[in-house]
């Protein structure tokens, strides 16, 4: 059964980097079918797509965070990362890192549990 | 970008009765990439349907998926008291991915 859990830190200061890696066990990270994403979601609201990076490092990012979104992928550690630079308030939310393609296109499945990040000073 | 429109915000059903939720991007989905989610208080959100009509593992065959191009339905038949949620619509064809803003289903 493929499990995924987000961790780093919980309170990021407004203008820093918001950085959070996921752990992924029971599945091999290194399949071309296969997507590892970020999608957040501010207290009470809907779900934001903020990007993918598939095995290979390659990227996909939202247009409207580009400018301050970077994924990596490290499969020997069986982790991937997002970093956030930039961040304000706004920023503020669960954030949740999922796999893709467990069907073979983007479906998203699973989602890891969520991890909040609060933007304060 | 693709919008969807999930409505209505809130259903007030109670067990036993059948859930009718829908979904309309505003540009047609040619390859019935969309996808409805469940996610409970405190939660993630857990695939419940992909490919328009499809369930996902584990998921009870009373939660069904139909239509294509500008309108899509999610529908549970004889809800059940694990089923009051809220439930997210998404199109993952066409980049960006985006969610719909969710329709909660409560108990009456």
């Known amino acids: 059964q493929v499990q995924l859990q987000e961790s780093g830190p919980r309170l990021v200061k407004p203008s820093e980097t918001l950085s959070l890696t996921c752990t992924v066990s029971?599945?091999?990270?290194?399949?071309?079918?296969?997507?590892w994403s970020w999608i957040r979601q501010h207290p009470g609201k809907g779900l934001e797509y903020l990007g993918y990076?598939?095995?290979?490092?390659?990227?996909y990012y939202s247009p409207s965070l580009k400018s301050r979104l970077d994924m990596s992928i490290d499969t020997s550690k069986r982790q991937f990362s997002v970093r956030l630079s930039s961040v304000t308030t706004a920023d503020t939310a669960v954030y949740y890192c999922?796999?893709?393609?467990?069907?073979?296109?983007?479906?998203?499945?699973?989602w890891g549990q969520g991890i909040l990040v609060t933007v304060s000073s | 970008e693709i919008v969807l429109t999930q409505s209505p915000g809130t259903l007030s059903l109670s067990p036993g009765e059948r859930a009718t939720l829908s979904c309309r991007p505003s540009?047609?989905?040619?390859?019935?990439?969309l996808a409805w989610y469940q996610q409970k208080p405190g939660q993630a959100p857990r695939l419940v349907i992909f490919g328009a009509s499809r369930r996902a593992a584990g998921i009870p065959d009373r939660f069904s998926g139909s239509g294509s191009g500008t309108e899509f339905t999610l529908t549970i038949n004889r809800l059940e008291p694990e089923d009051f949620a809220v439930y997210f619509c998404?199109?993952?064809?066409?980049?960006?991915?985006?969610f719909g803003q969710g329709t909660k289903v409560e108990m009456k």
């Open positions: 990076v598939s095995y290979t490092g390659a990227t």
């Open positions: 998404q199109q993952y064809g066409t980049s960006p991915r985006t």
């Open positions: 999922a796999r893709e393609g467990a069907y073979g296109d983007f479906e998203i499945d699973p």
């Open positions: 029971g599945d091999s990270m290194s399949s071309p079918v296969k997507y």
């Open positions: 540009q047609r989905l040619d390859s019935n990439y």
